[in-house]
């Protein structure tokens, strides 16, 4: 059941995800209404509220690459070192994420690509206000409803194009180095 809930915002439209973040987050909503009433935390319509409709469609796609490289890890590694008296912490800081280091930047680093495109969530959640909630998705898409905003939309396009692909080249850069400090 939690394998499920967390995959879904993968196979749901976003726009569905973000109403039901706006169901769950708004200001009547239950989880809203708590953080609303005892923190004074209001997350639809805000920059928090972009940030995390951005996280909840990332989040199952880091899921999946960090989940895909702890289960290529050799059990026998962690069960060599448990024999030897490592205990559960330090099998996991001295064994599994150093293993796991380079598919956990990978989730990451797709999390972060795929967020700068987030269009769905957002403006379903967090809305479209200039300043506050304003994404680059939204903002290429305010330039194209403005006649004349080709050129606008095609800077921002450029912006996003440099900033995602300095991602995907650091990722590549940092998970080699990775790799060879581990040996492989």
């Given at each position: 059941?939690?394998?499920?809930?967390?995959?879904?915002?993968?196979?749901?439209?976003?726009?569905?995800?973000?109403?039901?973040?706006?169901?769950?987050?708004?200001?009547?909503?239950?989880?809203?209404?708590?953080?609303?009433?005892?923190?004074?935390?209001?997350?639809?319509?805000?920059?928090?509220?972009?940030?995390?409709?951005?996280?909840?469609?990332?989040?199952?796609?880091?899921?999946?690459?960090?989940?895909?490289?702890?289960?290529?890890?050799?059990?026998?590694?962690?069960?060599?070192?448990?024999?030897?008296?490592?205990?559960?912490?330090?099998?996991?800081?001295?064994?599994?994420?150093?293993l796991a280091g380079p598919g956990v930047?990978?989730?990451?680093?797709?999390?972060?690509?795929?967020?700068?495109?987030?269009?769905?969530?957002?403006?379903?959640?967090?809305?479209?206000?200039?300043g506050e909630t304003r994404t680059l998705?939204?903002?290429?898409?305010?330039?194209?409803?403005?006649?004349?905003?080709?050129?606008?939309?095609?800077?921002?396009?450029?912006?996003?194009?440099?900033?995602?692909?300095?991602?995907?080249?650091?990722?590549?850069?940092?998970?080699?180095?990775?790799?060879?400090?581990?040996?492989?």
């Amino acid at each position: 059941m939690l394998h499920a809930l967390v995959h879904l915002p993968l196979v749901l439209p976003p726009v569905v995800t973000g109403w039901l973040l706006l169901l769950l987050f708004g200001v009547r909503g239950p989880l809203g209404a708590l953080l609303n009433h005892f923190f004074g935390i209001r997350l639809a319509f805000t920059t928090a509220g972009a940030a995390l409709a951005c996280g909840v469609m990332v989040f199952p796609i880091m899921v999946r690459a960090v989940r895909q490289a702890i289960d290529a890890i050799d059990p026998g590694l962690e069960q060599a070192a448990r024999t030897l008296g490592a205990g559960r912490l330090d099998r996991f800081w001295s064994i599994t994420l150093p293993l796991a280091g380079p598919g956990v930047l990978v989730g990451v680093t797709v999390a972060y690509a795929t967020s700068l495109g987030e269009f769905g969530a957002v403006i379903t959640f967090a809305a479209n206000i200039p300043g506050e909630t304003r994404t680059l998705p939204l903002a290429i898409f305010s330039a194209l409803q403005v006649p004349g905003g080709e050129l606008a939309a095609a800077k921002l396009s450029a912006v996003s194009l440099v900033l995602a692909l300095t991602g995907l080249l650091l990722s590549e850069f940092l998970g080699r180095r990775m790799n060879k400090a581990a040996g492989r």
